[in-house]
């Protein structure tokens, strides 16, 4: 018997002679069937929302900007939407930079994990919970491909631009009006010019720190200045100098700065905020984008077009970078929709009781704004998490008809947190939930009372329950009446 291997999978080639005996041919059956759920399993099963809040999952067969069409994982059924009628599509595995190491890390080294003391009434069950979850998780790793190296090298550099758009690079210089970066899973380098940059962060390490932002670092972004600022220092002792950016080098960053140009130490330079560019951005980077592209490496693209074709995503980005990425690789496609409002974007009132004292200062500020949060496995990078007790004030739009978002405890706190989650709009109660972290996340989604003020999101401890929790609000959304209605 011979065999032959081709790319990409190793497809066997058999010719049989009299002397061939049948059992090599059972196991090369059940290889070629492994290898075909592992092709399966690497494109990924995806839930795709569609502009009604309806959920649906499976495979993706194609995506453009005329049609998505998918085929569902029991009974093999091919559907198609419109892509006008696709709110977003989310790929459901876990975030193979964040657990797809392989290694058997124990819960309790699990950051910001809380395990409460021996011979509290939830040990025993705790215990047997989290050993289930763990077998799980672990079960899930084994199937996920390995920690790119690449994303383990030690220095990182983010691009914020114009759009909105957010890069890690390998790599980052600049080279008078022009910057050239290496993205990840290139071989080769890509350049924009500096108008479609607003800010760059240097030195950065992890996924955490690629897509939360220091606190005195946003300040900076939001404010104004006559020309570039360059921050020197760790958040919490930055230092900024005001002038132009002249050049970066892996080790030299040139600033001019009071009529002469200083060479500063890159590895002392926290970032560099591009204020110059605010009155200059190109036209394109303007217009809102109709859809916006995630990789699971903290990359968040504003994408003119899109088209999914064997098993690759093909985009164009509305600041001219072009790629072609597997699609196992896309964490989230979000499509733009009119009457789709985040809920962050409206204003937020805090309140918090004289008792709180769990977290600090920083943290608090923290609770409005979107961060990373992580449901049932599944790694989402917009969630509000707030604690118990603590409550959360929305204006609302004056056509907002409906709320919709996925709601449970964050996997940081499973299985042991519990708390009450309340969501009123006025002074009707449009719903109460007890929340545990034993048991599944689940979606809401409900009408609003015509003409209301006022969303409040209740969080509260539950009695005899001395275990902080955190319930996660993931991606909430506002949804208006269109004019028709």
């Known amino acids: 018997m011979t065999v032959n291997f081709s790319y990409p999978y190793p497809l066997p080639v058999i010719r049989q002679s009299a002397h061939t005996p049948l059992v090599p041919y059972c196991i090369l059956f059940f290889i070629v069937c492994q290898l075909s759920a592992a092709e399966c399993f690497a494109a990924g099963v995806f839930e795709?929302?569609?502009t009604d809040g309806s959920v649906h999952q499976g495979q993706l067969v194609t995506v453009n900007q005329n049609e998505t069409v998918w085929r569902y994982l029991h009974g093999g059924k091919t559907v198609s939407l419109p892509t006008a009628s696709v709110a977003e599509i989310r790929n459901v595995r876990?975030?193979?930079y964040l657990a797809g190491t392989g290694t058997k890390t124990p819960t309790a080294h699990i950051p910001n994990r809380y395990v409460p003391q021996q011979g509290t009434n939830e040990r025993h069950l705790a215990d047997s919970l989290d050993r289930n979850r763990q077998q799980t998780l672990l079960a899930d790793k084994e199937k996920l491909p390995p920690l790119p190296s690449d994303f383990r090298r030690q220095s990182v550099a983010v691009i914020d631009l114009t759009d909105s758009s957010q890069i890690p690079v390998l790599s980052f210089r600049v080279n008078g009006t022009r910057a050239?970066?290496?993205?990840?899973?290139?071989s080769k380098d890509s350049?924009?010019?500096l108008e479609h940059i607003a800010a760059i962060r240097l030195a950065v390490t992890g996924l955490q720190n690629v897509s939360q932002l220091p606190d005195d670092w946003q300040q900076l972004l939001s404010g104004s200045a006559n020309g570039d600022q360059l921050v020197v220092g760790t958040p919490g002792t930055f230092d900024v100098y005001y002038g132009i950016l002249k050049d970066i080098t892996d080790e030299t960053i040139s600033f001019a700065t009071d009529g002469e140009t200083l060479p500063v130490p890159r590895k002392k330079v926290f970032g560099i905020i591009l204020h110059r560019t605010k009155n200059e951005q190109p036209p394109q980077d303007k217009k809102p984008s109709p859809a916006a592209l995630s990789f699971w490496n903290g990359t968040r693209l504003?994408?003119?077009?899109?088209e999914l074709r064997d098993g690759k995503i093909h985009w164009k980005a509305n600041a001219g970078l072009t790629g072609i990425t597997p699609l196992y690789t896309?964490?989230?496609?979000?499509f733009k929709q009119t009457n789709i409002v985040p809920l962050w974007e409206q204003t937020a009132v805090l309140k918090l009781p004289?008792?709180?004292?769990v977290f600090d200062e920083v943290r608090r500020k923290q609770i409005p704004q979107p961060q990373i949060g992580c449901l049932d496995g599944i790694f989402y990078p917009q969630c509000l998490l707030i604690p118990a007790p603590a409550e959360l004030e929305y204006m609302l739009p004056a056509n907002a008809s409906e709320f919709r978002s996925l709601i449970g405890i964050d996997d940081r706190y499973r299985p042991y947190s519990a708390a009450e989650l309340q969501i009123t709009a006025d002074t009707q109660i449009l719903g109460t939930w007890t929340l545990r972290g034993d048991r599944e996340s689940f979606q809401v989604k409900f009408d609003l009372p015509k003409d209301a003020k006022v969303l409040r999101l209740k969080v509260s401890a539950l009695a005899n329950f001395d275990i902080p929790s955190v319930i996660t609000i993931t991606e909430p959304k506002i949804i208006l009446r269109r004019n028709s209605d």
């Open 48 to 50: 795709i929302t569609d």
């Open 94 to 96: 876990q975030n193979p």
């Open 180 to 186: 050239v970066f290496r993205l990840f899973g290139e």
């Open 191 to 193: 350049e924009l010019p």
């Open 302 to 306: 504003a994408v003119n077009s899109l």
């Open 330 to 334: 896309v964490e989230a496609l979000t």
């Open 354 to 357: 004289n008792v709180f004292n």
